[in-house]
């Protein structure tokens, strides 16, 4: 099932199963996007309201049970990625190291580009080696944006 709403950084598509979050579509891939449900379930409805309260700096870990669709290898980054902590960076080298691929360097990339579910496994806050901010599903001023909204209420 997939829902969207409007949020305070444009149109966010939500798809869970029965159970778990198993999508966050950012305002971009929203806006291709057709075939949303009505009415959203209780699950829908907590992601979204967790979703907000974070977009308005009130909410630093997501509680939400969740399913990324991925490989192992991937499915290890993004648990590496839910480690970052809430207003602090890690560079691709510090997730690759982590998830026990220390020269995997171009493959967490390739899985933090893929992950299924945006800001709530925050691969926004991964950054290049040399601490510039590189790619983003949702674009750099999206990136930077979330990692202000994150500086701005870590204290």
């Given at each position: 099932m997939l829902f969207v709403r409007e949020t305070s950084i444009g149109p966010i598509a939500i798809g869970v199963d029965d159970t778990h979050v198993t999508h966050l579509h950012l305002p971009r891939t929203t806006a291709e996007l057709t075939g949303f449900d009505e009415g959203e379930t209780d699950l829908a409805r907590e992601a979204f309201r967790q979703l907000e309260l974070y977009?308005?700096?009130?909410?630093?870990v997501f509680n939400l049970p969740l399913r990324p669709e991925g490989t192992s290898f991937m499915k290890?980054?993004?648990?590496k990625l839910l480690e970052v902590p809430y207003g602090k960076t890690a560079s691709y080298k510090d997730i690759a190291i982590a998830a026990g691929s220390p020269k995997a360097v171009r493959a967490v990339g390739m899985a933090n580009a893929r992950n299924p579910i945006s800001i709530i496994i925050p691969?926004?806050?991964?950054?290049?080696?040399?601490?510039k901010l590189v790619g983003y599903g949702g674009g750099l001023d999206l990136k930077t944006r979330l990692l202000e909204l994150e500086a701005r209420n870590a204290g």
């Amino acid at each position: 099932m997939l829902f969207v709403r409007e949020t305070s950084i444009g149109p966010i598509a939500i798809g869970v199963d029965d159970t778990h979050v198993t999508h966050l579509h950012l305002p971009r891939t929203t806006a291709e996007l057709t075939g949303f449900d009505e009415g959203e379930t209780d699950l829908a409805r907590e992601a979204f309201r967790q979703l907000e309260l974070y977009l308005e700096g009130k909410l630093r870990v997501f509680n939400l049970p969740l399913r990324p669709e991925g490989t192992s290898f991937m499915k290890r980054v993004w648990d590496k990625l839910l480690e970052v902590p809430y207003g602090k960076t890690a560079s691709y080298k510090d997730i690759a190291i982590a998830a026990g691929s220390p020269k995997a360097v171009r493959a967490v990339g390739m899985a933090n580009a893929r992950n299924p579910i945006s800001i709530i496994i925050p691969c926004h806050r991964i950054i290049g080696a040399s601490g510039k901010l590189v790619g983003y599903g949702g674009g750099l001023d999206l990136k930077t944006r979330l990692l202000e909204l994150e500086a701005r209420n870590a204290g």
